[in-house]
């Protein structure tokens, strides 16, 4: 003889949120460990100036000297030997002639002059010096 349930079974009417909880944690876990790590360029500490800031729609190729006069073209190492034919790659592949030349405030003044000159044999002309803006004067010390 078979029995059967007369009684049916009560619906669950709460939502278990514990998993949906996990989860979450998790992506923000990983998501405060990768941003940093999205932060791409070469750090290099730029020179303070009051010039105006170049505009956001400027394109070109950025090239970066870091303070111990290695060499960047877009965040790639390059040596000076392979410099121009590398910048050139460079060049061709954004189909752009504009370069932006960012450089460490403690790099010597021959190396960056070194990088303009192989810049201009290359017949490049549109050349852009990256900076920093200066900060506002601190209360208590007289600005220049």
């Known amino acids: ?14 939502i278990n949120i514990a998993n949906l909880v996990d989860v979450v944690l998790v992506l923000l876990i990983i998501f405060m460990i990768s941003a940093p790590l999205l932060q791409s360029g070469i750090e290099v500490d730029l020179p303070k100036t009051r010039a105006s800031a170049i505009s956001e729609e400027a394109e ?31 060049l061709h592949a954004k189909n752009t002639s504009s370069v932006y030349l960012r450089s460490d405030s403690t790099v010597t003044y021959g190396i960056a002059i070194q ?3 192989r810049l ?3 017949g490049i002309e549109t050349i852009g010096l990256v900076t ?9 010390r007289r600005s220049r």
């Not at 970066?64 to 460079?90: C, H, M, P």
């Open 132 to 140: 920093a803006p200066v900060e506002e004067s601190q209360p208590g």
């Open 115 to 117: 990088v303009i000159g």
């Open 60 to 90: 070109g190729v950025v090239v970066t000297i870091d303070k111990k006069g290695g060499i960047y073209i877009n965040d790639v190492w390059s040596r000076l030997d392979n410099f121009e034919q590398a910048l050139t790659d460079e």
């Open 120 to 122: 201009k044999d290359m």
């Open 1 to 14: 003889m078979r029995r059967y349930r007369t009684e049916s079974p009560a619906a669950i009417s709460d």
